[in-house]
């Protein structure tokens, strides 16, 4: 998994809700573009951001979900496919797979989530359905808890407390950095957003928590052809833009 190019919320707020409502479809000279403002906008943040949201992204939200056709078919040019959750009011974009097996040129690359920000995503997903389960509207972690969650996986052998306890508190800002946890970097205590679970799905899920298991006792099963460090790359909602960070 990747980390993004910030996407700054103040970007949509810059250009003007008369801009964005505009509907001119040419924006520059010699623009050619077939999208308006609001659509361009909607597919700009699409291919910068890990995911858009209706919590996070409500303007691009909005014209995705009117014309979510016309963006897909922006993205597919790219060799890009659109997964939305309706339900959970949350849309990511991923690498196409060909019909025939081969594969298709990319704008995206795949670095791997560390074990640190792993843990740190199992747990919000843990913690997101738990709550929403209880009747929470809203779900909400301490800083300190996930970060006592992540060092109950320590190894027995790990020595280092210090080291693997900044390594925690990095893995935290990280994910607040990509979104999935809502709120400044500094805070004590962050809303979990509603794209944790299908950007980490059960399948996904349970194969971490395997590998985890796996590395904290030494232990690899002889017939896994498939190394542990592959399993710290969940499917393409996590992949980035080139010239991401």
Not at 4 to 24: F, I, W
Not at 36 to 42: E, I, S, V, Y
Not at 123 to 133: E, P, T
Not at 194 to 204: M, R, T
Request: glycine share 8%; proline share 4%; aromatic share 6%.
């Amino acid at each position: 998994m990747s980390t993004y190019l910030e996407h700054d919320p103040g970007d949509v707020e810059a250009l003007g809700a008369e801009d964005l409502e505009a509907g001119s479809v040419s924006l520059f000279e010699g623009d050619e573009g077939g999208l308006d403002l609001g659509q361009r906008h909607a597919l700009v943040t699409l291919l910068k951001q890990r995911f858009i949201s209706a919590r996070t992204h409500p303007r691009d939200w909005a014209v995705l979900v009117e014309h979510e056709r016309l963006l897909r078919s922006r993205l597919n040019d790219l060799f890009l496919d659109l997964a939305v959750d309706r339900s959970r009011e949350v849309a990511w974009k991923r690498q196409a797979i060909s019909e025939t097996g081969s594969r298709f040129p990319t704008l995206l690359y795949d670095a791997a989530w560390s074990r640190e920000e792993t843990l740190v995503l199992i747990h919000l997903r843990d913690r997101l359905r738990s709550g929403l389960a209880g009747g929470e509207t809203r779900v909400h972690v301490d800083r300190e808890d996930v970060v006592d969650y992540v060092a109950s996986f320590r190894p027995a052998h790990a020595t280092d407390e210090s080291g693997d306890e900044k390594r925690a508190r990095n893995a935290v800002a990280s994910i607040v950095k990509a979104g999935l946890l809502i709120g400044a970097v500094g805070d004590d205590r962050y809303e979990v957003s509603e794209a944790v679970e299908p950007l980490l799905p059960l399948e996904v899920l349970q194969q971490l928590l395997e590998s985890l298991q796996r590395a904290n006792s030494g232990e690899q099963a002889a017939d896994d052809d498939t190394p542990d460090s592959d399993l710290f790359e969940p499917d393409a909602p996590s992949n980035a833009t080139t010239g991401g960070q």
